[in-house]
């Protein structure tokens, strides 16, 4: 019913910029909430930020000051950008969203992951 796409992982170098994309599609009314988590080897995954419809946001205190989320609601699309990486930040990170599809029911859901790498 809905597809989360991630994009904008990679490889940087301690100190630099990444920006992460994630766009929703499907059957869609209104968006709900999306948010980032990652996730790490034997890891459990925890939360990076998530932001609202009505823009209210909310981050890990590990980024506090570095990273910002954004959205643009009329394409369902959340941002992340993440400035001054540490290699701790070295994860998958993980798209997730909650919707109000067409029929009014709600979808939650996950993407499928972009990988992040930042060498020291």
């Known amino acids: 019913q809905v597809q989360l796409v991630e994009s904008g992982g990679g490889l940087v170098q301690a100190g630099e910029s990444l920006r992460l994309s994630c766009a929703a599609s499907?059957?869609?009314?209104?968006?709900?909430?999306m948010g980032w988590y990652r996730q790490g080897p034997g890891k459990q995954r925890e939360l990076v930020a998530e932001?609202?419809?009505?823009?209210?946001?909310n981050y890990a205190d590990s980024v506090k000051g570095r990273f910002t989320i954004s959205s643009d609601n009329a394409k369902n699309t959340v941002f992340l950008q993440m400035n001054n990486l540490k290699p701790e930040d070295t994860d998958v990170y993980y798209c997730?969203?909650?919707?109000?599809?067409?029929?009014?029911?709600?979808?939650?859901?996950w993407g499928q992951g972009t990988r992040v790498i930042i060498s020291s």
């Open positions: 932001v609202t419809s009505s823009g209210s946001t």
């Open positions: 499907g059957k869609i009314s209104r968006l709900n909430y």
């Open positions: 997730n969203g909650e919707f109000w599809l067409w029929d009014d029911s709600t979808w939650h859901g």
